[in-house]
C-alpha cells in the first residue's frame, strides 16, 4: 500500500524519572526534511532523534516536538555535574590570576563557561523515555499517512480508469478517421471533375494516415498506466516514480491530440490531460 506524506503522530511516555511527549507533523516534500523543534540545549538527543525518524519515514518534510519534563518527587532533572564544575571554577580562576583581573568570580561566570550542566548519567536516562514517546508518535503518524495513502491510491486508480477508457475510444475513432479521409479525398475530386487512379487515391490516403498514426504513443500510454497500477500494489516509497510517469503521459497525450487532427480525438485527448492534471497533483502527497 502506498502511504501520504500527510500525518500527524503522538505519543508520550514515562521511564526512569522522565516523562516525554513527542508530536510529529509531516507535509509533502521532495525529499526527507527534518525539523527539530526545541532541542538546542541537548545537541546528542537531536541526532539520536533524527536517526530514529529516517529509519521510519523515506519522504515528508518531517516537524518534531518535543516537551521533556522531570516526574514530581524523582529529582532527576535537578542535579549538576559538580566534577565538571570544579574544573571550570579552576579554569576561570586561573585565567583571572593569569590576567590580573580584580572582579571575583560569579555563579553567572560559571554558568556561562557551562559549569553548571546536567550529569551524563541523567541524560543518558532520558533517552529512553524520549525513544518510547517517538516510537509511539512514529506509529501514530505512519497509521494516518497509511489512511491517506489508501484513499490517495484510490483516487489515483480511478483517474487511471478514466485513462484508459479514453485512450480505447480513441484508438476505436482511428478507423473512422481513415474512412473519413477516404470520403473528404473522394467528394474534392468529384467537386474538380478530376479523374484519378484509385490506386493513387488510396496511396494518398496512406500517406495521411501515417501521419497520424498514433500506435506507438497508445501502446506506451497503456505501458505507463500498467507501470503506474503495479507500483500500486507493490506500495513503499514509490511517489517519485509516479511523479515521473505522469509527466510521461502527458507526454504521450500531448504528441496522440497534436498528430490526430480529429474533433472527438480531440475532446477525448482534453478529457485524458485533465486526468493526467489531476494525477499529477495527487502523486505529489504519495511517498
Known amino acids: 500500500m502506498i502511504r501520504s506524506m500527510t500525518g500527524f503522530g503522538r505519543g508520550a511516555a514515562a521511564v526512569g524519572g522522565w516523562r516525554v511527549e513527542a508530536t510529529l507533523r509531516s507535509v509533502n516534500h521532495r525529499y526527507l526534511s527534518i525539523r527539530l523543534r526545541s532541542l538546542s540545549d541537548r545537541p546528542w538527543l537531536q541526532s539520536q532523534i533524527e536517526e530514529k525518524v529516517r ?3 523515506h519522504r515528508g518534510d518531517v516537524g518534531v516536538w518535543l516537551t521533556i519534563s522531570e516526574e514530581v518527587g524523582t529529582g532527576a ?10 574544573r571550570v571554577v579552576r579554569a576561570l580562576e ?8 580584580r572582579e571575583p568570580l560569579t555563579l553567572a561566570d560559571l554558568i556561562r563557561a557551562g559549569g553548571l550542566q546536567a550529569p551524563q548519567e541523567a541524560e543518558e536516562a532520558l533517552w529512553p523515555a524520549v525513544e518510547a514517546a517517538l516510537g509511539e508518535a512514529i506509529r501514530a503518524l505512519d497509521a494516518t499517512r497509511s489512511r491517506e495513502g489508501h484513499l490517495l491510491g484510490e483516487e489515483i486508480a480511478r483517474l487511471l480508469d478514466v485513462l484508459e ?14 474512412d473519413d479521409l477516404r470520403d473528404k479525398l473522394h467528394a474534392r475530386i468529384d467537386e474538380l471533375g478530376l479523374r484519378v487512379d484509385p490506386d493513387r487515391i488510396e496511396s494518398e490516403i496512406v500517406l495521411c494516415v501515417d501521419r497520424f498514426d498514433v500506435q506507438e504513443e497508445l501502446v506506451r500510454l497503456r505501458g505507463h498506466v500498467a507501470r503506474v497500477r503495479q507500483l500500486l500494489s507493490r506500495g513503499g516509497p514509490v511517489g517519485k516514480e509516479l ?12 504528441t496522440l491530440g497534436s498528430k490526430v487532427r480529429d474533433g472527438e480525438v480531440a475532446g477525448l485527448t482534453v478529457d485524458m490531460k485533465v486526468a493526467i492534471e489531476q494525477l499529477k497533483e495527487q502523486v505529489q502527497n504519495v511517498e
Open 55 to 57: 529509519a521510519a519515514l
Open 77 to 86: 532533572a535537578l542535579g549538576f555535574d559538580r566534577d565538571a564544575a570544579r
Open 94 to 101: 586561573g585565567a583571572r590570576a593569569e590576567f590580573g583581573l
Open 165 to 178: 477508457a479514453r485512450g480505447t475510444q480513441a484508438e476505436a475513432r482511428l478507423p473512422g478517421i481513415q
Open 243 to 254: 511523479d515521473f510517469l505522469a509527466q510521461e503521459l502527458l507526454r504521450e497525450v500531448n
